[in-house]
């Protein structure tokens, strides 16, 4: 977000926890405001220190990111009363397709195919008969979720009220909201997401598809631009998204998830109202600054761009650098990062806060960055990300690179047999 | 008081209309205050952190800062860490003032004793006053901050040396 402001020549203010204080933004910003302790809840998640600090420094528009509070509508209606332009969607957007259960309402009403599930349920006796009207396996997912949490695989009937109550106890801690509802849960899957922009007035544009099936514990770990299939199938995706979006009059950046099955056929799944941690696959075979365009639509200046100009080129494939320990069950280790050394030369991109000698705190993700490789064919752009790796070099902490090798040096991978239980079915 | 008794005022307080009570007998001090169902927002400082130093918070309308009116309750804010021991750092983002009114004295000078409780400044945020009170007692050897000036999360104000 801050190159995307400083190359539209806009000056920013970065809001820092006390871990933070170090932290990349925080250096390069042109002001920075400490706005509470490590701990998320006193600071990213704390409304009224980030308020204060907006309005102390000037700030005329707040940029979300993602996670924390970046689908939090309460947020982005409060920015809205301070006269702060929120640099995403309205606030009734998220609050109609944040919520993951109305968000299914919706793409029914707007046309699009979604897969058998319910609606949101509070006692454990509904949720038995719910259960047995979708049919098992059932998928529990949080209301308010994202980021793969407060959800959970039921498989049998006896098995369901103890993950019940997990759900909705990872969902309040993550998310304040221990809402649950349930879909019946499709295997063998691809998950195919659509990014889509709108102006808010009803206008709608998409820039084509990604495949982010490489998931553990639904985390992507992987992911690529764009999707293996039929060009129907991937048509018809970007189609049905491009309508939901359309029926809310949608405004920003937003990404419609689909679950495609070994038929071509497709379920919506649930849509994000921010722009999302892999964007730059998307920007990387359109060539087109979505975060820019971001900036460009929150000031008013609509889209500045049409659906004919966008035209994909190649493929790109992001893996998503962690500091965690793949011998030790990938548990994060946070660290001092001693020595750093990122890959160069054609068609790769590096997005990372991280610098020699920074330390990683241990309140956060473990993400320390993305490395994205653009190539004109998949093959070439495989051959890329693992030269890319290769030369890679982070000391002081274990990464999940020489994971990310496998994975890519993986016959399946390789030849794009990839579905969402690719890590437990050919990773072994 | 001992806890049951704490816990029959909280039942009495909660069966009737009393939303707020505040009791003070030596230096035992209690103040109750009932949530009103307002928003996540309003309530926030109440949640962030645990803390060893209860701030006032001083609820009023929008606007001017005016003495008249004001209703008082505890809430909880943490103290941020990082400071030095008898430092005072900013629990919240907002605007520093050293006095409760324009025209009035300020709280606290340098060269002041105060004593555990003792408010020595006033930080508004979003147009709420919130009361900043010394977590012991001592002399006042420094402000670091002047009057309106904005401060940050875990800013020094005072620093606040023991009694010899």
């Known amino acids: 977000m801050l190159r995307a402001a400083k190359e539209l020549g806009v000056q920013v203010v970065v809001a820092y926890s006390q871990a933070d204080e170090n932290s ?42 993602y996670g924390f509070l970046s689908e939090n509508s309460e947020f982005a209606q409060k920015c809205e009363e301070h006269n702060l332009i929120f640099i995403g969607p309205r606030p009734q957007n998220i609050s109609q397709i944040g919520d993951k259960a109305s968000a299914r309402a919706i793409a029914v009403e707007a046309g699009v195919p979604v897969t058998p599930g319910s609606s949101p349920f509070s006692r454990i006796e509904d949720a038995h008969d719910m259960a047995n009207a979708i049919g098992y396996p059932i998928m529990l997912k949080a209301s308010a979720g994202g980021g793969g949490r407060g959800m959970r695989i039921v498989r049998t009937p006896d098995q369901l009220q103890v993950n019940i109550q997990n759900a909705q106890e990872e969902a309040r801690i993550s998310f304040g909201n221990s809402e649950i509802y349930m879909e019946r849960f499709l295997e063998n899957l691809k998950h195919v997401e659509i990014q889509i922009f709108g102006d808010g007035k009803g206008e709608v544009l998409h820039f084509y598809d990604r495949d982010c099936s490489i998931q553990r514990r639904y985390q992507k770990i992987i992911e690529e631009a764009p999707s293996i299939g039929s060009q129907e199938v991937r048509e018809a995706m970007a189609q049905a998204a491009v309508r939901l979006a359309k029926h809310i009059k949608y405004r920003g950046a937003g990404t419609c998830e689909f679950l495609v099955d070994g038929n071509g056929r497709f379920y919506f799944s649930e849509m994000n109202t921010r722009i999302q941690v892999e964007h730059p696959v998307t920007e990387m075979i359109t060539g087109f600054d979505l975060v820019q365009e971001q900036f460009r639509v929150a000031a008013g200046l609509g889209l500045s761009i049409s659906q004919k100009n966008i035209n994909p080129v190649g493929h790109a494939i992001e893996v998503r650098i962690n500091a965690e320990d793949p011998s030790k ?66 000391e002081g902490v274990e990464t999940s690179i020489p994971f990310h090798l496998k994975v890519i040096d993986n016959e399946y991978f390789q030849r794009g047999e990839i579905n969402t239980d690719f890590i437990e079915r050919r990773m072994g | 008081m001992e806890i049951k008794d704490i816990k029959r005022l909280l039942d009495a307080i909660s069966n009737s209309d009393v939303s707020e009570f505040s009791y003070e007998k030596g230096d035992f001090r209690v103040a109750i205050k009932r949530q ?14 645990s803390a060893p130093t209860p701030v006032h918070e001083i609820t009023q309308s929008p606007a001017v800062r005016d003495q008249d009116g004001l209703t008082s309750s505890v809430d909880e804010v943490g103290v941020p860490g990082g400071g030095l021991v008898n430092e005072v750092t900013a629990p919240i983002v907002g605007t520093f003032y050293l006095s409760p009114a324009p025209e009035a004295p300020p709280y606290v000078k340098v060269g002041d004793q105060v004593e555990e409780g003792t408010v020595l400044c006033i930080i508004e945020a979003m147009k709420l006053m919130n009361e900043i009170e010394a977590e012991s007692a001592g002399i006042i050897a420094e402000i670091f901050v002047q009057n309106e000036e904005p401060v940050e999360y875990g800013q020094p104000l005072f620093r606040i040396d023991p009694v010899h």
């Open chain 1, 24 to 65: 990349l933004p925080a250096l390069l910003a042109d002001e920075s405001i400490c706005i509470g302790p490590a701990p998320a809840k006193g600071s990213y998640m704390n409304i009224r220190n980030l308020l204060s600090a907006a309005i102390l420094t000037g700030t005329e528009a707040v940029h979300p990111g």
């Open chain 1, 329 to 394: 069950s990938f548990r994060p280790c946070p660290g001092k990062i001693t020595d750093l050394h990122w890959p160069g030369g054609p068609g790769i991109r590096v997005d990372s806060h991280a610098y020699a000698g920074y330390s990683i705190p241990p309140n956060y993700d473990s993400l320390i960055a993305k490395v994205i490789a653009w190539a004109p064919t998949r093959g070439q752009a495989i051959a890329r990300m693992r030269r890319a790796l290769k030369e890679t070099v982070i």
């Open chain 2, 36 to 49: 009103t169902g307002q928003s996540n927002y309003e309530n926030g400082s109440q949640t962030i952190l």
